[in-house]
């Protein structure tokens, strides 16, 4: 079974409570993630992971309202809440999104989990060489190999952003898949209050669901104007601020 799973949680530090902020008259960023993916032709099941908080129980119910499976697992280490919950609905190939990807395109999923499906690598994704827009990423695993992550995986960032231990390790058989044209310097995420901005700009414009990359890059190619809202902020500094965790950590074993 492919299962889909959505990583989701309130307590953002750059942007509180943000996938619960409304994009259009009718969806909030967590709906339209959904939304957009139950358009997908080979996931199997959706499910939403998200934390055992307290705050967390607004997922839960939007889930619950949304006809989707959810489960709850540790706040910070998304590792341990992927495999336990890939362990519990039995995925045997997991497909892993973020809910601050609400223009994830169901067209691309299906491509990279093709790609995944029709050859012997451990994992593919379409971010290992970066040629979309960051805020379509998609990156496909089985089970076996998110288990050997859940099992060795030590420094914070490999426990936070669950397969950066296949990107540290040299053991593993990457698959990338690319887009014809390097279109990696536009931002389609929600990390901040100006991403949110540019997104509700573009989704007010397009009619058609899902929105499909192309629908995007027809508003811009009309618009170019509006990529210049979100351009200045740092596609990395999530994982720099991850990364910076890491050597403290390393730091600590060296002294124990």
Same mark, same amino acid.
């Given at each position: 079974?492919?299962?889909?799973?959505?990583?989701?949680?309130?307590? /953002?530090?750059?942007?509180?409570?943000?996938?619960?902020?409304?994009?259009?008259?009718? &969806?909030?960023?967590?709906?339209? +993630?959904?939304?957009?993916?139950?358009? =997908?032709?080979?996931?199997?099941? !959706?499910?939403?992971?998200?934390?055992?908080?307290?705050?967390?129980?607004?997922?839960?119910? @939007?889930?619950?309202?949304? *006809?989707?499976?959810?489960?709850?697992? =540790?706040?910070?280490?998304?590792?341990?809440?992927?495999?336990?919950?890939?362990?519990?609905?039995?995925?045997?190939? #997991?497909?892993?999104?973020? =809910?601050?990807?609400?223009?994830?395109?169901?067209? !691309?999923?299906?491509?990279?989990?093709?790609?995944?499906?029709?050859?012997?690598?451990?994992?593919?994704?379409?971010?290992?060489?970066?040629?979309?827009?960051?805020? @379509?990423?998609?990156? !496909?695993?089985?089970?076996?190999?998110?288990?050997?992550?859940?099992? &060795?995986?030590?420094?914070? =960032?490999?426990?936070?952003? +669950?397969?950066?231990? $296949?990107?540290? %390790?040299?053991?593993?058989? #990457?698959? %990338?898949?690319?887009?014809?044209? %390097?279109?990696?310097?536009?931002?389609?995420?929600?990390?901040?209050?100006?991403? @949110?901005?540019?997104?509700?700009?573009?989704?007010?414009? +397009?009619?058609?669901?899902?929105?499909?990359?192309?629908?995007?890059?027809?508003?811009? /190619?009309?618009?170019?104007?509006?990529?210049?809202? &979100? /351009? *200045? $902020?740092?596609?990395?500094?999530?994982?720099?601020?991850?990364?910076?965790?890491?050597?403290?950590?390393?730091?600590?074993?060296?002294?124990?």
């Amino acid at each position: 079974m492919i299962g889909c799973i959505i990583q989701a949680h309130t307590n /953002s530090t750059r942007f509180p409570k943000k996938i619960l902020r409304n994009l259009d008259e009718k &969806n909030n960023v967590l709906e339209f +993630v959904i939304n957009q993916l139950k358009y =997908s032709k080979k996931i199997d099941k !959706i499910v939403i992971a998200t934390t055992t908080l307290i705050e967390d129980n607004t997922i839960e119910k @939007l889930a619950k309202i949304n *006809h989707c499976d959810f489960f709850r697992g =540790s706040e910070k280490d998304v590792l341990d809440r992927y495999f336990q919950c890939a362990e519990h609905f039995k995925f045997k190939t #997991i497909v892993r999104i973020t =809910s601050d990807c609400p223009l994830i395109d169901p067209e !691309i999923v299906d491509k990279v989990i093709d790609k995944f499906e029709k050859s012997n690598f451990d994992y593919v994704s379409n971010t290992f060489e970066k040629t979309f827009p960051k805020g @379509l990423d998609v990156e !496909i695993f089985s089970f076996d190999i998110l288990k050997m992550m859940w099992k &060795n995986a030590k420094l914070p =960032s490999e426990r936070e952003h +669950v397969t950066q231990y $296949i990107l540290h %390790n040299n053991e593993f058989k #990457i698959g %990338n898949f690319e887009f014809n044209e %390097n279109l990696s310097q536009l931002r389609w995420t929600l990390d901040h209050e100006i991403d @949110l901005k540019f997104l509700q700009e573009i989704i007010q414009r +397009v009619q058609n669901r899902p929105i499909f990359m192309r629908d995007v890059l027809q508003v811009l /190619s009309l618009e170019p104007e509006l990529t210049k809202i &979100n /351009s *200045h $902020i740092d596609p990395d500094e999530g994982l720099k601020k991850s990364k910076a965790e890491d050597e403290q950590y390393i730091k600590k074993e060296k002294l124990n």
